[in-house]
Protein backbone atom coordinates (compact mmCIF):
# COMPACT_ATOMS: atom_id res chain seq x y z
CA UNK A 1 0.00 0.00 0.00
CA UNK A 2 2.49 2.36 1.29
CA UNK A 3 4.46 1.62 -2.29
CA UNK A 4 1.57 2.31 -4.15
CA UNK A 5 1.14 5.98 -2.64
CA UNK A 6 4.56 6.67 -3.43
CA UNK A 7 4.14 5.61 -7.20
CA UNK A 8 0.96 7.75 -7.16
CA UNK A 9 2.60 10.64 -5.55
CA UNK A 10 5.74 10.14 -8.03
CA UNK A 11 3.67 9.92 -10.89
CA UNK A 12 1.79 13.64 -9.50
CA UNK A 13 5.04 14.95 -9.11
CA UNK A 14 6.56 13.98 -12.47
CA UNK A 15 3.45 14.89 -14.49
CA UNK A 16 3.49 18.63 -13.14
CA UNK A 17 6.85 19.13 -14.00
CA UNK A 18 5.99 17.48 -17.73
CA UNK A 19 3.01 19.20 -18.33
CA UNK A 20 4.16 22.78 -18.58
CA UNK A 21 7.70 21.63 -20.95
CA UNK A 22 4.83 20.09 -23.21
CA UNK A 23 2.24 23.05 -23.18
CA UNK A 24 5.39 24.94 -23.92
CA UNK A 25 6.61 23.07 -26.76
CA UNK A 26 3.46 22.93 -28.40
CA UNK A 27 3.25 26.99 -28.37
CA UNK A 28 6.62 27.43 -29.85
CA UNK A 29 5.78 24.82 -32.32
CA UNK A 30 2.07 26.89 -32.74
CA UNK A 31 4.19 30.13 -33.11
CA UNK A 32 6.46 28.87 -35.44
CA UNK A 33 3.48 27.27 -37.78
CA UNK A 34 2.21 30.47 -37.86
CA UNK A 35 5.02 32.18 -38.83
CA UNK A 36 5.74 30.43 -41.45
CA UNK A 37 2.57 31.26 -42.60
CA UNK A 38 2.53 34.81 -42.61
CA UNK A 39 0.16 35.22 -39.89
CA UNK A 40 2.75 37.03 -37.43
CA UNK A 41 0.41 38.86 -35.01
CA UNK A 42 -1.00 34.83 -34.13
CA UNK A 43 2.52 34.02 -34.05
CA UNK A 44 3.97 36.62 -31.58
CA UNK A 45 0.44 35.59 -29.37
CA UNK A 46 1.70 31.93 -29.01
CA UNK A 47 5.46 32.92 -28.10
CA UNK A 48 4.12 35.44 -25.85
CA UNK A 49 1.65 32.26 -23.94
CA UNK A 50 4.99 30.07 -24.42
CA UNK A 51 7.27 32.41 -22.49
CA UNK A 52 4.45 32.70 -20.08
CA UNK A 53 4.78 29.08 -19.31
CA UNK A 54 8.45 28.77 -19.69
CA UNK A 55 10.96 31.89 -20.50
CA UNK A 56 13.51 30.74 -23.16
CA UNK A 57 16.03 32.37 -25.36
CA UNK A 58 14.69 30.65 -28.18
CA UNK A 59 11.01 31.52 -27.58
CA UNK A 60 11.84 35.07 -26.91
CA UNK A 61 14.03 35.57 -30.47
CA UNK A 62 11.23 33.98 -32.25
CA UNK A 63 8.50 36.34 -30.44
CA UNK A 64 10.83 39.17 -31.38
CA UNK A 65 11.05 38.30 -35.20
CA UNK A 66 6.93 37.85 -35.21
CA UNK A 67 6.74 41.30 -33.80
CA UNK A 68 9.00 42.83 -36.09
CA UNK A 69 7.44 41.36 -39.39
CA UNK A 70 4.24 42.91 -38.42
CA UNK A 71 5.67 46.69 -37.74
CA UNK A 72 6.43 46.87 -33.44
CA UNK A 73 10.16 47.33 -33.23
CA UNK A 74 9.81 48.71 -29.96
CA UNK A 75 8.64 45.18 -28.55
CA UNK A 76 10.84 42.98 -30.71
CA UNK A 77 14.02 44.88 -29.68
CA UNK A 78 13.03 44.38 -26.34
CA UNK A 79 11.89 40.68 -26.95
CA UNK A 80 15.83 40.16 -28.02
CA UNK A 81 17.19 42.27 -25.53
CA UNK A 82 15.46 40.31 -22.71
CA UNK A 83 16.53 36.76 -25.26
CA UNK A 84 20.15 38.40 -24.69
CA UNK A 85 19.97 39.06 -20.83
CA UNK A 86 18.56 35.02 -20.81
CA UNK A 87 21.22 33.75 -23.44
CA UNK A 88 24.07 36.40 -24.01
CA UNK A 89 25.68 33.91 -26.09
CA UNK A 90 22.41 33.42 -28.69
CA UNK A 91 24.20 34.99 -31.90
CA UNK A 92 20.45 35.19 -33.00
CA UNK A 93 19.84 37.90 -30.34
CA UNK A 94 22.85 40.21 -31.17
CA UNK A 95 22.99 39.75 -34.74
CA UNK A 96 19.32 40.60 -34.56
CA UNK A 97 19.19 43.50 -32.27
CA UNK A 98 22.22 44.93 -34.64
CA UNK A 99 19.74 44.83 -38.10
CA UNK A 100 17.04 46.62 -36.29
CA UNK A 101 19.19 49.47 -34.99
CA UNK A 102 20.62 50.01 -38.06
CA UNK A 103 17.78 50.12 -40.18
CA UNK A 104 15.15 51.93 -37.16
CA UNK A 105 18.52 54.04 -36.50
CA UNK A 106 18.36 53.53 -32.76
CA UNK A 107 21.34 53.45 -30.08
CA UNK A 108 21.82 51.00 -27.76
CA UNK A 109 21.86 51.57 -24.04
CA UNK A 110 24.94 53.39 -22.91
CA UNK A 111 26.32 50.82 -20.53
CA UNK A 112 28.69 51.21 -17.48
CA UNK A 113 31.62 49.36 -17.35
CA UNK A 114 30.53 46.57 -14.72
CA UNK A 115 27.19 46.67 -15.99
CA UNK A 116 28.81 45.77 -19.79
CA UNK A 117 30.76 42.92 -17.27
CA UNK A 118 27.32 42.04 -16.00
CA UNK A 119 26.46 41.11 -20.02
CA UNK A 120 29.26 38.34 -20.41
CA UNK A 121 27.03 35.56 -18.34
CA UNK A 122 23.48 34.93 -18.17
CA UNK A 123 22.71 37.33 -15.27
CA UNK A 124 21.67 34.43 -12.88
CA UNK A 125 24.84 32.95 -13.02
CA UNK A 126 26.53 35.79 -11.56
CA UNK A 127 24.60 34.83 -8.01
CA UNK A 128 26.61 30.94 -8.29
CA UNK A 129 30.01 32.18 -9.15
CA UNK A 130 30.05 34.85 -6.25
CA UNK A 131 29.11 31.84 -3.85
CA UNK A 132 31.37 28.94 -5.47
CA UNK A 133 34.43 31.70 -4.97
CA UNK A 134 33.86 32.69 -2.03
CA UNK A 135 33.59 29.01 -0.83
CA UNK A 136 36.77 28.47 -2.75
CA UNK A 137 38.34 31.06 -1.00
CA UNK A 138 37.43 30.23 2.44
CA UNK A 139 37.69 26.46 2.01
CA UNK A 140 41.75 27.17 1.00
CA UNK A 141 42.32 28.63 3.67
CA UNK A 142 40.44 26.63 6.71
CA UNK A 143 40.23 23.00 5.28
CA UNK A 144 43.96 22.75 5.73
CA UNK A 145 43.87 23.30 9.33
CA UNK A 146 40.61 21.43 10.27
CA UNK A 147 42.64 18.28 8.26
CA UNK A 148 45.88 18.99 10.63
CA UNK A 149 47.59 19.68 7.13
CA UNK A 150 50.50 22.28 6.89
CA UNK A 151 49.02 25.08 4.75
CA UNK A 152 51.09 25.46 1.42
CA UNK A 153 52.25 28.39 -0.65
CA UNK A 154 49.35 26.92 -3.24
CA UNK A 155 46.72 27.45 -0.52
CA UNK A 156 47.33 31.14 -0.39
CA UNK A 157 47.28 31.27 -3.98
CA UNK A 158 43.90 29.84 -4.68
CA UNK A 159 42.63 32.00 -1.83
CA UNK A 160 43.59 35.30 -3.13
CA UNK A 161 42.49 33.93 -7.02
CA UNK A 162 38.79 32.57 -4.98
CA UNK A 163 39.02 35.92 -3.32
CA UNK A 164 39.60 37.83 -6.58
CA UNK A 165 36.84 36.29 -8.25
CA UNK A 166 34.39 36.68 -5.42
CA UNK A 167 34.72 40.62 -5.85
CA UNK A 168 34.64 40.64 -9.55
CA UNK A 169 31.76 38.93 -9.12
CA UNK A 170 30.34 41.13 -6.65
CA UNK A 171 30.51 44.01 -9.24
CA UNK A 172 29.30 42.08 -12.00
CA UNK A 173 25.89 41.43 -10.00
CA UNK A 174 26.34 45.00 -9.20
CA UNK A 175 25.92 45.84 -12.48
CA UNK A 176 23.53 43.03 -12.98
CA UNK A 177 21.01 44.87 -10.77
CA UNK A 178 21.82 48.59 -12.29
CA UNK A 179 21.37 47.18 -16.03
CA UNK A 180 17.82 45.82 -14.86
CA UNK A 181 16.37 49.27 -14.67
CA UNK A 182 17.10 50.17 -18.43
CA UNK A 183 14.18 49.52 -20.72
CA UNK A 184 12.78 49.78 -23.91
CA UNK A 185 10.05 52.53 -25.45
CA UNK A 186 7.40 50.33 -26.82
CA UNK A 187 5.60 52.95 -29.29
CA UNK A 188 7.06 54.88 -31.51
CA UNK A 189 5.75 58.64 -30.84
CA UNK A 190 5.51 58.02 -27.24
CA UNK A 191 5.92 61.66 -25.45
CA UNK A 192 8.06 62.25 -22.64
CA UNK A 193 6.67 63.76 -20.16
CA UNK A 194 7.41 66.98 -18.03
CA UNK A 195 4.98 66.02 -15.14
CA UNK A 196 3.78 62.39 -14.05
CA UNK A 197 0.36 63.27 -15.47
CA UNK A 198 -1.87 62.83 -18.69
CA UNK A 199 -2.13 66.12 -19.26
CA UNK A 200 1.91 67.32 -18.21
CA UNK A 201 3.90 69.38 -20.97
CA UNK A 202 5.57 67.18 -23.64
CA UNK A 203 9.56 67.45 -23.37
CA UNK A 204 9.96 65.61 -26.47
CA UNK A 205 8.95 63.02 -28.37
CA UNK A 206 10.54 58.99 -28.31
CA UNK A 207 11.12 56.56 -31.01
CA UNK A 208 9.74 52.63 -31.06
CA UNK A 209 13.04 50.96 -29.29
CA UNK A 210 14.63 53.73 -27.57
CA UNK A 211 16.71 52.92 -24.56
CA UNK A 212 16.07 54.27 -21.23
CA UNK A 213 17.08 54.48 -17.77
CA UNK A 214 14.39 54.04 -15.42
CA UNK A 215 15.30 56.24 -11.98
CA UNK A 216 12.32 55.87 -9.85
CA UNK A 217 8.48 55.29 -10.10
CA UNK A 218 5.15 57.21 -9.11
CA UNK A 219 2.07 55.73 -9.74
CA UNK A 220 1.65 54.82 -13.15
CA UNK A 221 4.72 56.57 -14.26
CA UNK A 222 8.23 55.90 -14.65
CA UNK A 223 10.56 58.86 -14.30
CA UNK A 224 13.38 57.51 -16.99
CA UNK A 225 16.77 58.89 -18.21
CA UNK A 226 16.99 59.17 -22.25
CA UNK A 227 19.37 60.82 -24.98
CA UNK A 228 17.06 63.21 -25.05
CA UNK A 229 16.46 64.34 -21.81
CA UNK A 230 14.73 63.11 -18.72
CA UNK A 231 11.26 62.86 -18.06
CA UNK A 232 8.16 61.08 -17.31
CA UNK A 233 6.71 58.23 -19.21
CA UNK A 234 3.40 55.63 -18.58
CA UNK A 235 4.79 52.49 -17.27
CA UNK A 236 3.25 50.42 -20.23
CA UNK A 237 4.60 52.37 -22.98
CA UNK A 238 8.32 51.50 -21.29
CA UNK A 239 9.37 47.55 -20.91
CA UNK A 240 12.14 46.25 -18.77
CA UNK A 241 14.78 44.39 -19.71
CA UNK A 242 14.49 41.71 -16.95
CA UNK A 243 11.97 39.76 -18.25
CA UNK A 244 11.33 38.63 -14.91
Known amino acids: MKLRRLIFFAAIFFAAEICPAA ?3 NLFAQGVKLSNAGQFPEAAQAFEKS ?17 WQRGHAGEAVLAWEQ ?17 ARDVAQL ?38 GI ?26 NLGVVSRAQIGFV ?13 TGEVVSTLNAGEPARKLRTRGNYFFIRTEYGNGWIERKQLGLVNPE
Do not use: Y
Open 23 to 25: ETN
Open 51 to 67: AQVGLAAGTLVNLGIAD
Open 83 to 99: AHWIDPFDSRATSNLKF
Open 107 to 144: NAPQLKWFEAASGWLPANTWVWLAGASLWLAVGALVLP
Open 147 to 172: LRRRKAGWHQALASLGFCLFLFTMTA
Open 186 to 198: LKKNTPLLLTPTG
